[in-house]
């Protein structure tokens, strides 16, 4: 059986997954939805035997299994919405953030406890060999109890960019790269509550473009402290480099996409790099993560089970972020 | 026993890359971004036994192209251009708001460039919504930008479509590109490329649509670990003896730094049908060492 799939949106996201959804035998890519006529009328010309169309209500009626959501950020919830709402298919992956804010994250995620299906939230950094390697590292107990991590989401994106680029329709720096490093400690730590937070803007007024934020473990028996740090005005970043520095009791260990480094206290210590990890994939495009990624997701919709990380899993990261913007807010109203 | 093998200095050093640590990379700082200093160690390792240069088409490897075209030394040596510079494109997609603000800031560079072939062929594309005549437009930017960058001391061996157009038009079936790719860059009599990570899948691809071999040139990843040999070394190794004809050329050979020089050679001189290989050196020793103990070895 082979899952029905169209994909909105055909940035550079977009033209990712329909790629990878190309060459899975379990999948075919039924159609593509732009609404750039421009980008319309050469993808119709370049990738045949895919209907290209500008509406999402076109999609209605194709019998789709799934739909890809890879369009800007504030289209997120709309979109979904209408897939949902219309009818057009009943699971749904998009790419990171879920969603603008919180409250839409919370709206897409009462959407979908009436709707069912499999929901997914394209947290990639989940299926890096080496996140998992350090996920496992802690799962097992290795480093005892956490004490404190420092997360970091770096990029040279808008170095140098002037005022007026398009940072908006990102959201900021912790919702386009940040968000990645959230998720990654939601997942290794359980739930984060902010203690303090500073956002500063580089480019212009309106842009978030770096940003500093303490949190603690809540809810929990951990007494865990933790800070991020995320900016995407970074010198020397060519690639986006995200990573975390993990302090136990019993030890250290960080981790970054290439690599971790785990030192323990009794003196012992291991370097295992990406090579080490079983990092091989069918098809490579782009990282070898997104293969993974897809391969999950459409996995769980042809056997029924779920997909992490969810839309309820994913909201988790807008909470985070909300939080900063609140208790930056606060700070701010404290200063005057 | 196999033929002298083509030997290419790589750039990924000189774009700030490290695969095997990002870190790494961040923490050599500017030096090796530095077009003089780049252009030194290209140099060096062409007194050292390299042919040539494998590298993608950015303002750092033109500066680079332009210091060697005016510097002393070893004449023409073997350009072998990958485009488009895939991170730059996605930078400026990324400021310019997304694909269509990419595409008006590339029209108007072509515009600008004066490169009245390049300009016709963009109009013809965009008129006819004709994505062929467009590959030809930026193909016809980027040669002509390469060509005044290298000067006459250096031989445009071959212009290859950087990996991840070849990987997506391989995955979405666009046998058209690869055809028509093919047919112009013999028609300008430069030696047509294809630079990607799924070797095996390109090679059976490329028997499915009647591609002749003999054609064309190669750039995937050969190494004794696998590494990024999609979607195995066995299956990629396998699809090598199928490819006699083709000019194969390996990079990755050192797996992204994680092996070294001795190994990542005793595994390529038994590989059949590889015509050559690129690897990246960051200081003057290494340039000196690596290819003089390459041109020995191989």
């Given at each position: 059986m082979k899952a029905k799939v169209a994909v909105v949106g055909l940035g550079k996201m977009g033209l990712l997954h329909a790629s990878i959804l190309s060459v899975l035998d379990d999948v075919e890519l039924v159609a593509l939805c732009e609404k750039s006529t421009l980008v319309r009328r050469f993808s119709k010309r370049i990738i045949q035997g895919v209907s290209v169309v500008a509406d999402l209500a076109e999609l209605y009626g194709m019998g789709l299994d799934a739909v890809y959501v890879t369009t800007p950020l504030p289209s997120h919830l709309p979109i979904i919405k209408a897939i949902y709402t219309k009818g057009i298919a009943h699971n749904v992956f998009v790419e990171?953030?879920?969603?603008?804010?919180y409250a839409e994250a919370e709206e897409l995620c009462n959407l979908t406890r009436n709707e069912g299906g499999v929901n997914m939230v394209g947290y990639n950094r989940r299926f890096s060999v080496t996140f998992r390697k350090a996920k496992q590292i802690l799962d097992e107990g290795t480093l005892q109890e956490p004490s404190f991590f420092e997360g970091y989401a770096y990029s040279s994106d808008f170095l140098g960019a002037k005022m007026g680029s398009k940072t908006s329709s990102r959201g900021g720096v912790i919702s386009d790269l940040g968000c990645h490093v959230v998720d990654l400690a939601l997942w290794f730590f359980g739930q984060l509550e902010v203690e303090r937070a500073k956002l500063e803007s580089l480019i212009g007024s309106d842009s978030e473009d770096s940003a500093y934020f303490k949190v603690r473990a809540s809810g929990g028996p951990l007494a865990l402290e933790g800070e991020f740090k995320s900016s995407w005005c970074m010198e020397s970043y060519r690639l986006p480099e995200i990573g975390l520095l993990v302090k136990g009791s019993n030890g250290t260990m960080k981790v970054d996409e290439d690599k971790v480094e785990l030192k323990l206290d009794d003196g012992r210590s291991f370097l295992w790099h990406k090579h080490d990890l079983?990092?091989?994939?069918s098809f490579f495009i782009g990282g070898t993560e997104y293969l993974r990624e897809d391969e999950l997701f459409i996995g769980s919709i042809l056997d029924g089970s779920n997909a992490e990380p969810s839309f309820q899993t994913a909201c988790k990261v807008e909470e985070i972020i909300d939080q900063v913007k609140r208790v930056k807010e606060n700070s701010r109203g404290n200063e005057q | 026993m196999n033929s002298k093998k083509l030997l290419l200095v790589g750039d990924n050093p000189f774009h700030g890359i490290s695969h095997l640590s990002q870190e790494r990379a961040t923490s050599r700082g500017n030096d090796l971004t530095h077009p003089s200093y780049a252009a030194d160690l290209v140099r060096k390792s062409l007194e050292n036994g390299a042919d040539g240069f494998m590298f993608t088409v950015s303002e750092t490897t033109l500066s680079i192209l332009r210091i060697i075209s005016q510097g002393e030394g070893r004449n023409r040596p073997q350009l072998y251009a990958i485009v488009p510079y895939a991170y730059e494109f996605v930078r400026l997609a990324v400021l310019a708001g997304g694909v269509p603000g990419l595409a008006m800031k590339l029209a108007q560079q072509i515009a600008f460039s004066g490169n009245w072939k390049a300009i016709v062929n963009g109009l013809r594309g965009v008129i006819g919504t004709d994505p062929a005549s467009l590959l030809r437009s930026y193909i016809l930017y980027e040669a002509s930008r390469l060509k005044s960058s290298a000067g006459k001391k250096a031989t445009l061996a071959s212009i290859l479509l950087h990996e991840v157009v070849t990987d997506m038009a391989l995955a979405l079936n666009i046998d058209w590109l690869f055809r028509t790719h093919i047919e112009f860059m013999l028609d300008c009599r430069i030696k047509p490329g294809f630079e990607t990570r799924n070797f095996a899948y390109l090679v059976k691809k490329f028997e499915e649509w009647g591609i002749d071999f003999r054609k064309v040139v190669i750039a995937a990843p050969f190494n004794p670990l696998g590494f990024q040999m999609c979607p195995s070394r066995d299956e990629c190794e396998e699809a090598l003896t199928r490819t006699p004809e083709a000019e194969v050329i390996a990079f990755s050979i050192l797996a992204a730094g994680y092996l070294k020089l001795p190994e990542a050679i005793e595994y390529i001189a038994n590989l059949p049908n590889l015509s050559g290989l690129a690897v990246g050196v960051s200081k003057e020793h290494h340039a000196r060492e690596t290819f003089r103990l390459l041109k020995e070895k191989l």
């Amino acid at each position: 059986m082979k899952a029905k799939v169209a994909v909105v949106g055909l940035g550079k996201m977009g033209l990712l997954h329909a790629s990878i959804l190309s060459v899975l035998d379990d999948v075919e890519l039924v159609a593509l939805c732009e609404k750039s006529t421009l980008v319309r009328r050469f993808s119709k010309r370049i990738i045949q035997g895919v209907s290209v169309v500008a509406d999402l209500a076109e999609l209605y009626g194709m019998g789709l299994d799934a739909v890809y959501v890879t369009t800007p950020l504030p289209s997120h919830l709309p979109i979904i919405k209408a897939i949902y709402t219309k009818g057009i298919a009943h699971n749904v992956f998009v790419e990171k953030p879920l969603a603008s804010s919180y409250a839409e994250a919370e709206e897409l995620c009462n959407l979908t406890r009436n709707e069912g299906g499999v929901n997914m939230v394209g947290y990639n950094r989940r299926f890096s060999v080496t996140f998992r390697k350090a996920k496992q590292i802690l799962d097992e107990g290795t480093l005892q109890e956490p004490s404190f991590f420092e997360g970091y989401a770096y990029s040279s994106d808008f170095l140098g960019a002037k005022m007026g680029s398009k940072t908006s329709s990102r959201g900021g720096v912790i919702s386009d790269l940040g968000c990645h490093v959230v998720d990654l400690a939601l997942w290794f730590f359980g739930q984060l509550e902010v203690e303090r937070a500073k956002l500063e803007s580089l480019i212009g007024s309106d842009s978030e473009d770096s940003a500093y934020f303490k949190v603690r473990a809540s809810g929990g028996p951990l007494a865990l402290e933790g800070e991020f740090k995320s900016s995407w005005c970074m010198e020397s970043y060519r690639l986006p480099e995200i990573g975390l520095l993990v302090k136990g009791s019993n030890g250290t260990m960080k981790v970054d996409e290439d690599k971790v480094e785990l030192k323990l206290d009794d003196g012992r210590s291991f370097l295992w790099h990406k090579h080490d990890l079983g990092d091989d994939v069918s098809f490579f495009i782009g990282g070898t993560e997104y293969l993974r990624e897809d391969e999950l997701f459409i996995g769980s919709i042809l056997d029924g089970s779920n997909a992490e990380p969810s839309f309820q899993t994913a909201c988790k990261v807008e909470e985070i972020i909300d939080q900063v913007k609140r208790v930056k807010e606060n700070s701010r109203g404290n200063e005057q | 026993m196999n033929s002298k093998k083509l030997l290419l200095v790589g750039d990924n050093p000189f774009h700030g890359i490290s695969h095997l640590s990002q870190e790494r990379a961040t923490s050599r700082g500017n030096d090796l971004t530095h077009p003089s200093y780049a252009a030194d160690l290209v140099r060096k390792s062409l007194e050292n036994g390299a042919d040539g240069f494998m590298f993608t088409v950015s303002e750092t490897t033109l500066s680079i192209l332009r210091i060697i075209s005016q510097g002393e030394g070893r004449n023409r040596p073997q350009l072998y251009a990958i485009v488009p510079y895939a991170y730059e494109f996605v930078r400026l997609a990324v400021l310019a708001g997304g694909v269509p603000g990419l595409a008006m800031k590339l029209a108007q560079q072509i515009a600008f460039s004066g490169n009245w072939k390049a300009i016709v062929n963009g109009l013809r594309g965009v008129i006819g919504t004709d994505p062929a005549s467009l590959l030809r437009s930026y193909i016809l930017y980027e040669a002509s930008r390469l060509k005044s960058s290298a000067g006459k001391k250096a031989t445009l061996a071959s212009i290859l479509l950087h990996e991840v157009v070849t990987d997506m038009a391989l995955a979405l079936n666009i046998d058209w590109l690869f055809r028509t790719h093919i047919e112009f860059m013999l028609d300008c009599r430069i030696k047509p490329g294809f630079e990607t990570r799924n070797f095996a899948y390109l090679v059976k691809k490329f028997e499915e649509w009647g591609i002749d071999f003999r054609k064309v040139v190669i750039a995937a990843p050969f190494n004794p670990l696998g590494f990024q040999m999609c979607p195995s070394r066995d299956e990629c190794e396998e699809a090598l003896t199928r490819t006699p004809e083709a000019e194969v050329i390996a990079f990755s050979i050192l797996a992204a730094g994680y092996l070294k020089l001795p190994e990542a050679i005793e595994y390529i001189a038994n590989l059949p049908n590889l015509s050559g290989l690129a690897v990246g050196v960051s200081k003057e020793h290494h340039a000196r060492e690596t290819f003089r103990l390459l041109k020995e070895k191989l």
